[in-house]
């Protein structure tokens, strides 16, 4: 069950946001110091002098109704989180574009990431919505909140849908929503520290306020991408060496 994950700030520089070298790049995921809304089919535009690849990923939220998926997805994104809570009727997707700096190199990246979210009761309903979302999945967000006991406790049975033959590799994190909300926690850190000791993947927190725009989302999309970056550098290795031992 457990993997070596990157330690934090190991493969990209960790508030790269704050540097002045990334405001180039920062500024094309920005209009008027709000972050652009960006659909299927656009992507942060350049200079022409200014060469950076785009990464590619899925991502799934998961988690039991109520939680926050779709506000997670609204705030890795910059949109307005939505203020009643409904059900997502089906699947829908957001895309986030987010700039890193490799640390090894230096060399730019902006990641594209595709976060997919769908309705609990729509994955009950439909038999063929939960293949959908794992097709070719790159990462998955398991999500409680820290103001519902059940959700968190929910986390095995989870991760428990994602393990084993069928998926293949894929990046594990947990997100716990709802952080700020202390007054109201059913969940203690001790409980916290002992699910990542047993599970070992590693728990992220959000709040329920949106506070100061990059720096609000900087630290989950970093660490979402350093462990992305961390699985592919991986799986390139393995396949390199399979490449070798067959020549050989």
């Given at each position: 069950m457990a993997h070596v994950s990157p330690s934090s700030g190991s493969i990209i520089v960790a508030d790269w946001h704050r540097c002045k070298d990334s405001k180039e790049y920062f500024s094309k995921i920005l209009h008027k110091k709000r972050r652009k809304n960006f659909g299927l089919l656009e992507s942060p535009v350049m200079p022409p002098h200014v060469a950076v690849d785009t990464v590619h990923y899925k991502i799934f939220l998961s988690g039991k109704s109520g939680v926050g998926k779709t506000a997670l997805a609204a705030r890795l994104a910059g949109l307005n989180i939505p203020n009643m809570h409904y059900e997502?009727?089906?699947?829908?997707?957001?895309?986030?574009?987010?700039?890193?700096?490799?640390?090894?190199?230096?060399?730019?990246?902006?990641?594209?990431l595709q976060l997919w979210d769908c309705g609990e009761n729509a994955l009950r309903r439909f038999d063929h919505l939960l293949p959908a979302c794992k097709e070719q999945v790159d990462a998955v967000l398991f999500l409680f909140s820290f103001t519902d006991r059940t959700s968190f406790d929910d986390l095995s049975n989870q991760i428990a849908k994602w393990t084993g033959a069928p998926v293949g590799r894929v990046v594990k994190l947990v997100v716990g929503t709802k952080f700020d909300l202390f007054m109201h926690c059913d969940v203690a850190e001790r409980d916290v520290r002992n699910f990542q000791e047993t599970w070992s993947v590693p728990v992220l927190r959000?709040?329920?306020e949106v506070s100061d725009g990059l720096g609000d989302v900087a630290s989950l999309l970093n660490c979402l991408a350093e462990h992305l970056w961390h699985q592919d550098c991986v799986s390139a290795r393995r396949h390199s060496q399979q490449e070798t031992g067959n020549v050989l």
């Open positions: 997502t009727t089906g699947i829908e997707t957001t895309v986030v574009y987010w700039p890193v700096k490799l640390r090894e190199n230096g060399r730019v990246l902006f990641f594209r959000v709040g329920g």
